[in-house]
């Protein structure tokens, strides 16, 4: 009789736990190793970490995206051009955006043409190729519900900050350091001239945002990644915000007068405003508002002033600055019809509901904030706009009764022009060619 095999006994616990522990001792000695040879360089020097890109979110149709100022990782140009040739090229259709044609009166296609016309200089240096890219991309801005309604709205927007601004030569004092030569400057006119009258750089299809290949913006993973123009790369929204469908909307017909190109353009000077082709552009929109509103100088911590009902929207944050300067508690409010401007708090609900502009800053709660009258100003984000109740409980705080500051009206040139809208000319001198479109 064969005797039945003898099984063997279970292994202990204590076994198994030795187990796992050679088998983790094991992993980790291969693994540690690895990991520290892909950081080493070729030359065996140790890299800092690969930049992460952030997480892709593609906004629905029915949010608004966010318009977020520029923010770079701290990365070295070598390791941001490697980093940034990691990015595919997105393989969905690319359609050119319809042809701009801006229907103005002379004095405000003149505006817009040396808004444009700088901004492509600035950006794209004296290069007609980049020029026209530059171009395009903030003509798609125009068209885009997420940026401001006109062509000096999208270049100078947060101009008044010395960081946030979207184009980086409006807020970094470049205008007051580097100047170009009259034929680059007509150049880029022309170019300018040529987009505001049907020409377009088709290669960039509807991107509202690029950079140079030698940076590594926050955003640069979560957009489509267009094309790329000289060292330039090009960006649209992911999802429905990127396509055709959300370009659709209409400029608000008006082109603000930017004091800080009255230096540059003589559409952007005015014998009414005390400057002249001799005077320095101010370097800020800070010290535009300061030469054109002094008698604002020195008041109390609570303002009510009157302005020109046609004051710049984007100039109403400066002007606020300019009168807070370093006051830890300041508020700013105003109005553009001195019968409806308050003349004591608590202001009535009429006082309230008239109010064009109000800025908050409360820095013992961290507080501070600028808000529109978005029934008198066309804002890009709707937490931009007045809520009439929060602004009422928020005035209610105020101590007692002020004196109102209402200004003479000292700008013949923010008065409203009148004049019967009239297209620029078709035919252009132009040495810019209008690309085929497929």
């Not at 353009?265 to 509103?293: F, I, M």
């Not at 944050?317 to 807070?324: I, R, T």
Request: net charge positive.
């Amino acid at each position: 009789m064969i005797p039945a095999p003898r099984l063997s006994a279970p292994p202990s616990r204590m076994s198994r736990a030795l187990a796992a522990v050679l088998t983790a001792t094991a992993i980790a000695a291969i693994a540690i190793p690895s990991a520290l040879i892909l950081t080493l360089a070729p030359d065996g020097v140790r890299r800092a970490p690969a930049v992460r890109p952030p997480t892709a979110r593609i906004v629905p149709p029915g949010e608004m995206p966010t318009v977020d100022a520029p923010r770079f990782a701290p990365v070295t140009r070598d390791d941001a051009v490697a980093f940034n040739a990691t990015i595919p090229f997105s393989t969905a259709p690319n359609p050119p955006a319809r042809p701009f044609r801006l229907i103005a009166t002379p004095e405000v296609a003149a505006r817009a043409i040396d808004c444009l016309a700088t901004a492509q200089l600035y950006e794209a240096g004296d290069d007609v190729v980049g020029e026209q890219a530059v171009a395009q991309v903030i003509l798609n801005r125009v068209r885009h519900p997420a940026f401001p309604k006109s062509i000096c709205g999208v270049v100078f927007e947060g101009a008044e900050r010395t960081t946030g601004c979207q184009f980086t030569f409006t807020c970094d004092g470049a205008l007051q350091r580097a100047r170009f030569g009259a034929a680059a400057w007509a150049r880029a006119r022309l170019v300018a001239r040529a987009a505001l009258t049907g020409s377009v750089f088709a290669a960039v299809g509807h991107s509202t945002h690029y950079h140079t290949d030698w940076v590594v913006p926050y955003w640069s993973t979560s957009l489509d990644k267009v094309t790329a123009v000289g060292t330039h790369l090009f960006f649209r929204w992911s999802g429905w915000w990127g396509t055709p469908a959300a370009f659709t909307r209409q400029l608000n017909g008006n082109e603000p007068v930017i004091m800080q190109l009255a230096a540059l353009s003589s559409a952007h000077r005015d014998p009414a405003l005390g400057l002249d082709a001799t005077e320095p552009a101010p370097a800020t929109a800070a010290e535009a508002v300061r030469r054109r509103y002094p008698e604002l100088a020195g008041t109390p911590d609570t303002f009510i002033v009157t302005l020109p009902a046609n004051v710049s929207a984007d100039e109403l944050p400066a002007l606020a600055a300019l009168n807070c300067g370093e006051r830890p508690y300041c508020k700013f409010l105003v109005w553009t019809d001195p019968a409806q401007a308050a003349k004591a708090f608590p202001l009535s609900p009429t006082e309230i509901a008239t109010m064009a502009f109000s800025y908050l800053r409360d820095r013992a709660t961290g507080y501070d904030k600028p808000l529109w009258n978005c029934a008198m100003f066309d804002r890009a984000q709707p937490q931009q706009c007045m809520r009439r109740q929060l602004i009422a409980a928020d005035i209610a705080r105020s101590p007692g009764p002020i004196v109102p500051r209402a200004l003479p009206d000292p700008i013949a040139a923010l008065e409203r022009r009148q004049g019967t809208p009239m297209p620029l000319p078709r035919a252009l001198p132009s040495p810019v060619p209008s690309p085929a479109i497929p």
